[in-house]
């Protein structure tokens, strides 16, 4: 278990997974190369497998579009190491995807062996709702994104009642 006073930077997935509320297959994060919980910026990878819950075996990958669920797990462990980083000892708040922005792909597939390398870097914060600058390397030199997105995220008091209200409302 991590502290604030040994908070590594370079962090592999059997810790990482205790950072982030995926499991199994839905679990879509090999390591954390850095972060700084100060500027709220991670970078991860993770190794494209045929594994993978998104893996298309006609396709032989991963659809590019699925990028944008790899990064949101990026932010989820940046948000836990923040939270260790500013020793807040409270549960988690639940955090759910408002919106996904500016998608844009310069490739369809990400072939099986691949490793992606995610960067995200948060550029709002307010009342709960983040932003974050997102993007997503392929390749052996990580110079040009193959994807890069708009994340908004919304940290949620009780989501059992939020998708009560939902019901009783829809």
Known sequence: MFTADNLPQHIEKDELINLVPHKGKMF??????SHDTVSHFIETEYDVTEDCI????????????????????????????????????????????LSISSFESDTAVFKSGTTLRMKVQEEY?????????????????????????????????NMELFFKEGQKNG
Do not use: H
């Open 28 to 33: 879509l994060l090999s390591r954390v190369i």
């Open 54 to 97: 998104f893996y298309d075996k006609e396709a032989g990958g991963v659809p590019s579009f699925a990028g944008f669920e790899i990064m949101a797990q990026g932010i989820s462990a940046l948000s836990s190491l923040e939270r260790i980083a500013n020793k807040v000892t409270e549960p988690p708040k639940p955090g759910v995807v």
């Open 125 to 157: 914060r307010g009342d709960g709702i983040f932003k974050y600058d997102c993007s997503l390397f392929t390749g052996e030199v990580f110079d040009k994104p193959s994807v890069t997105v708009c994340i908004t995220v919304m940290e949620m008091n």
